[in-house]
Each structure stands twice: as C-alpha cells, then as structure tokens.
C-alpha cells in the first residue's frame, strides 16, 4: 500500500511520469551520428566509393569519415586507388557542405604521402581543382590543399602542371593574406615550382613579397623566404631584381640571425646575387663581412660552408679582398682541421682567392 501525504506528492507525479512509455529521438551518447560501420573485407573500399557519390549529404559525410580511418593504414591507399576513390574525392572538393570539403581534400592529403597516392592524383589531374579552393572561407580546407600541393610540385611533373596552371601568381598572391602556417605551405610550392622556372614568379613581383617576408617574425617563414629569393636570383634578371628591390640589406641582417636554417639560407641567397658585381658592391656596401667572419667557425656545416663561399665571391671585388686579408688565417686553420671535405675545399678555395695578387 502507498500512502500518500502532502510531502510526497512530488514523488508521486514524478513516478507517474517515469511510468509513461516514450522513445527518445536522440541518439545514444555513445554513438556518432556522422560515422558509419564499415562493410566486411574487400567490400568496404567499393561501398565507401558509391557513398561518396550519392546524392544524400549524411550518407556522404559518413562514408568520407570512415574512409579517413581506413586510408591511415597503408594497405588500404593502393584498394581505394583501384576502386577510384581519388576520382571520387575529386569530385566533392567543391561540395556546398563544409564538413564534405574538409574530410574530402584532407583524404586527398592521406593520398599524398605515398608514392602511388601522389602518382594517382597526378594521374586525375587534381591541381587544377584543389587550386579553385585557395579561397575558401575553412582554414582545414585551405591548409590541406596548400599541403597537398605542396607534395606534388616536389616532383618534376607536379611543379611543371603547377606552373603551366597559372599556380605560381596566384601562390604569390595568397603570401599577402594567408594564415601563418600555410604561408610555409605556400613558399615550399614556390621553391618546389621556381626550380623549374622563374620567369612567372619575376613577372608577378615575387621578390617583394619574399623581401617583406624576410622580417616575419617566425624563423621557418624568414627562412623559407631567404631560400626562394636564392632560386629566384638565379637568372640574371632575378641578381638584378634583387639588387634594386632592396633585398641585401635584408638579407645581411638575417646573417646574425639565431636560427641556423635562417643564417644558412640567407648566406646561399646572397651567394646567388654575388655573382654580379653591382651584387658584390652592393652587399660589402651593407657591411656584410664582419658578420660573415664568425660564421667561419659556426657549428652547422651548412652555414659553416655558406659563409665560406660566400667570402669567396666578395673576395673577388678588390675592396672585399682587402677587408678580407684579417681572415686569411682563420680560413687557413679551418682548411687544415675540418673533417667535411666540402669546407676542408671551400676553405682552400677561399685562401687561394683572398690571397691572389695580379
């Protein structure tokens, strides 16, 4: 028997409301609505395939969820090129849905680390699409298709499809208004397309934009700035492009800088501008030397054999060789105690160039 008094009556109503059937729409806490269970062995790849393509969003959202997880292991990458999931992912980058671009263009990146994942994006020809998404408005979309980019234009034939798509202004472009971490993106692709050609970069004024860049405060970027200007004077317009834009005195700032990639790069990129004589004056003018002597004796190798040759072609104007004459000595000890061949040679070359006498 329940006895019931003016204090229970709470308890009462609330039992009563327990005892009423109803079925929640909500999905269990437990449970992802976006992700659906795979099919069994060698039907999984095929379903996810026809998933992608169908016309319901949920359905394509899911199966792009579970093929992210399935693509991370490697013996899934070749499956899914056979089955032509790359083909697929081609075709939703540009979807209307942002969850279907992010999953899509980062699958894409999956697909990139690996030899046969690259090759099948080059085979679809995929550039030329992921470039219609530079301006996307979700930062994990940009970013993937700048990474992805970025691997493929590593290879001979990405850069040459990147450069004959009109990439490199447009890379150019983006240097002004991009997030950090995807302006490094940009400046590998750069670097990756201008060893190919330079002539696009130094018809949209690239050297300004990497000149301003050789200030931003993170060393990757000042660094992967020097080493584009290196590449981009490699041709005689590029040497001059540099002298008149201002480049070198940047560039000298840059070789007390306390990272080791930023002095190294920078040092090779006023190697490269060297060659000229108006290039040679132009960087004894900005004091190079006094800032090139303790790098004689850094200990990175890469800097260490830089600042070297870099001494080398100042050594080739007369009043460099003059200012030089104080570190014939220094040159002479790391000549007979270097155990790199490189600098062991390059030191020698150096003494031999300071040292001549018409």
């Known amino acids: 028997t329940l006895y019931i008094t ?28 976006v992700k659906a269970s795979p099919a069994y062995g060698m039907r999984a790849l095929p379903k996810i395939n026809r998933e992608i393509n169908h016309e319901d969003l949920h359905t394509r959202q899911k199966a792009l969820n579970l093929l992210s997880d399935m693509l991370h292991s490697p013996n899934n990458i070749v499956e899914a090129i056979k089955v032509g ?51 996307d408005r979700i930062y994990q979309v940009r970013h993937s298709v ?39 993106l940009i400046l590998g692709s750069l ?81 490269s501008i060297t060659v000229t004589t108006q290039g040679k004056k132009e960087t004894l003018k900005w004091g190079a030397i006094p800032k090139l002597t303790p790098l004689i004796t850094d200990p990175t190798p890469e800097v260490q054999l830089n600042a070297i040759k870099l001494l080398t072609t100042l050594s080739e104007d007369p009043s460099g060789r003059e200012s030089l004459s104080d570190v014939v000595e220094k040159l002479s000890d790391v000549s007979l105690r270097s155990s790199d061949q490189y600098i062991k040679r390059a030191a020698e070359v150096a003494v031999k160039t300071i040292t001549w006498k018409p």
């Open 85 to 135: 999931i790359v083909t697929s992912l081609k075709g939703v980058i540009k979807d209307t849905d942002d969850h279907v671009r992010v999953k899509s263009t980062e699958n894409l990146l999956i697909f990139s680390g690996h030899a046969k994942g690259r090759e099948a994006l080059m085979t679809v020809k995929v550039i030329q699409p992921l470039s219609s998404l530079f301006e």
């Open 191 to 271: 670097y990756n397309c201008m060893t190919r050609d330079t002539m696009d970069a130094l018809g949209c004024s690239a050297m300004a934009g990497l000149i301003h860049l050789l200030k931003h405060e993170s060393s990757k970027i000042r660094a992967k700035a020097a080493r584009d200007i290196m590449v981009l004077s490699f041709p005689l317009k590029g040497k001059e492009c540099a002298v008149s834009e201002g480049a070198i005195s940047d560039l000298a700032e840059l070789l007390g800088d306390e990272s080791n990639f930023v002095r190294a790069n920078a040092c090779g990129a006023l190697m």
């Open 6 to 33: 003016s204090k229970t009556k709470t308890t009462v109503r609330s039992l009563q409301t327990m005892s009423l059937p109803r079925v929640t729409t909500k999905p269990p806490p437990n449970v992802d609505p």
């Open 146 to 184: 700048h990474s992805v980019l970025e691997m493929l234009t590593r290879s001979g034939d990405g850069a040459e499809c990147a450069i004959d798509c009109s990439l490199i202004p447009r890379f150019v472009e983006r240097l002004e208004f991009e997030e950090d971490s995807i302006k490094e």
